[in-house]
């Protein structure tokens, strides 16, 4: 299965049989991010950000090579685009920034997620600003993106909470690994409860070729004579490895023997 840049909560809980709920713990517990995905809405619902840089002769640098989307957003990072409107570079007292809307897969601020999980996903705030979506010890020159709301306007943002490819990618694996565990515990366990029936029923395969007349013996004498001859199949213990009971009807159901 592939993984695309970015996945709608709903979808990824699908997909991956996580209930949502979860999603907000594993992100309250900071294991992973979650944010909000910005697709082509009318720009009535779309704020313009202050996007936030460490180095503008970098930023120069990526409006000349910056991939882009068949929207024409520019790539920053993951699932993170970036459409300009004004390459302009200012300042205040956060550091250098430039106006732009932001486009794909942005994560939430970590205070936003404390209230997202606290209101169980349906929190009314908005995040105070979005950060891009990159990688562990990636290098990026983009810092976070600040949004200009405007007062009476209705973002789309409440309730919603979306997750990165990445952030998939990172359940996937780990839950195909905790399944995969349980997967071969189950298989050892069955492999462990098979193994007795087996030996039980190699030796009683035994013990009626040892002498013919034992095939017309019942159940209950064939399940006798197994224990009376239990000391040559388990030396250890003299003792076949399942009860009285439980090895009549081993037999009764294996070899179709009456009572």
Request: with cysteine.
């Amino acid at each position: 299965m592939i993984t695309r840049e970015f996945y709608h909560l709903e979808e990824a809980s699908k997909l991956l049989g996580i209930p949502r709920k979860d999603f907000y713990y594993l992100a309250y517990k900071g294991e992973i991010k979650l944010g909000a995905i910005f697709g082509e809405r009318s720009k009535l619902y779309t704020f313009k950000s202050k996007v936030y840089i460490k180095s503008d002769i970098e930023f120069n640098e990526w409006l000349m090579s910056a991939s882009a989307n068949i929207n024409g957003d520019r790539h920053v990072s993951g699932g993170s685009y970036i459409e300009v409107i004004d390459n302009s570079i200012l300042s205040d007292s956060e550091g250098f920034y430039f106006f732009a809307y932001i486009k794909g897969y942005w994560n939430f601020d970590d205070k936003h997620i404390f209230k997202v999980y606290d209101a169980s996903g349906d929190e009314d705030d908005w995040p105070s600003y979005y950060s891009p979506d990159i990688a562990q010890q990636e290098e990026c020159n983009f810092i976070k993106s600040v949004p200009v709301y405007e007062d009476g306007i209705d973002y789309l943002l409440n309730g919603t909470a979306d997750l990165s490819g990445r952030e998939f990618d990172k359940l996937k694996i780990k839950y195909a690994k905790e399944n995969e565990v349980s997967s071969l515990k189950s298989l050892s366990q069955k492999e462990r409860h098979a193994k007795p029936r087996v030996e039980i029923l190699q030796a009683v395969i035994s013990i009626m070729r040892s002498d013919v007349s034992y095939l017309n013996y019942t159940v209950t004498k064939l399940t006798d004579v197994l224990f009376e001859k239990a000391h040559i199949f388990w030396p250890d213990k003299k003792l076949p490895p399942l009860e009285y009971e439980t090895i009549k009807k081993l037999i009764s159901e294996s070899f179709k023997f009456g009572s």
